[in-house]
């Protein structure tokens, strides 16, 4: 059992069955990991915010059992909302545990695109086309990984879960 402590990046929080919560991190130090934090309403009452998706905090954690278990955090500040895609990509995309500077630098820094994100996780639009036409594309379908242009994208649906470049 070892602790560390970290900048992260919270990208996404589930409660499991068992009342405790899940949280999607992408640290600074060790890329991106699931953590949980036990006794769910004591730690969400007392680091609720500083969990919550958005939020850039300071996080402590040990390694137990190979799940990470979260001892602390603190908020240092939050996201703008319009980076909720870019962090759902991540969620998605990033490899476990492979620290990333140059993604933490675009994560951490001013209103990070989705198109130098996509091509920080190997998939870059620079290089893509629309996956049923052809057409350079405007969206990046998370779901199938597929990129789409503006014109098929309502072909798309709800369900392909497509995020604007
Ligand atoms: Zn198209």
């Given at each position: 059992?070892?602790?560390?402590?970290?900048?992260?990046?919270?990208?996404?929080?589930?409660?499991?069955?068992?009342?405790?919560?899940?949280?999607?991190?992408?640290?600074?130090?060790?890329?991106?990991?699931?953590?949980?934090?036990?006794?769910?309403?004591?730690?969400?009452?007392?680091?609720?915010?500083?969990?919550?998706?958005?939020?850039?905090?300071?996080?402590?954690?040990?390694?137990?059992?190979?799940?990470?278990?979260?001892?602390?955090?603190?908020?240092?500040?939050?996201?703008?909302?319009?980076?909720?895609?870019?962090?759902?990509m991540?969620?998605m995309l990033a490899?476990?545990?492979?620290?990333?500077?140059?993604?933490?630098?675009?994560?951490?820094?001013?209103?990070?695109?989705?198109?130098?994100?996509?091509?920080?996780l190997?998939?870059?639009?620079?290089?893509?086309?629309?996956?049923?036409?052809?057409?350079?594309?405007?969206?990046?379908?998370?779901?199938?990984?597929?990129?789409?242009?503006?014109?098929?994208?309502?072909?798309?649906?709800?369900?392909?879960?497509?995020?604007?470049?």
């Amino acid at each position: 059992m070892f602790q560390v402590v970290t900048d992260a990046i919270v990208l996404d929080k589930e409660f499991t069955y068992d009342a405790h919560v899940r949280v999607h991190l992408f640290t600074k130090e060790c890329g991106k990991i699931v953590g949980k934090a036990t006794s769910a309403r004591k730690i969400t009452s007392k680091l609720g915010a500083h969990l919550e998706p958005l939020a850039l905090s300071a996080v402590q954690f040990v390694q137990k059992n190979h799940l990470p278990q979260i001892t602390d955090a603190l908020a240092k500040r939050r996201l703008p909302p319009e980076a909720m895609p870019v962090l759902r990509m991540v969620r998605m995309l990033a490899p476990e545990y492979e620290p990333d500077q140059e993604l933490w630098a675009l994560l951490a820094g001013e209103s990070p695109s989705p198109s130098r994100v996509l091509a920080v996780l190997g998939y870059d639009p620079l290089f893509a086309s629309c996956e049923w036409c052809g057409k350079p594309p405007s969206h990046f379908s998370l779901k199938t990984l597929f990129f789409v242009c503006a014109g098929c994208v309502p072909r798309c649906g709800a369900s392909y879960d497509c995020a604007a470049l």
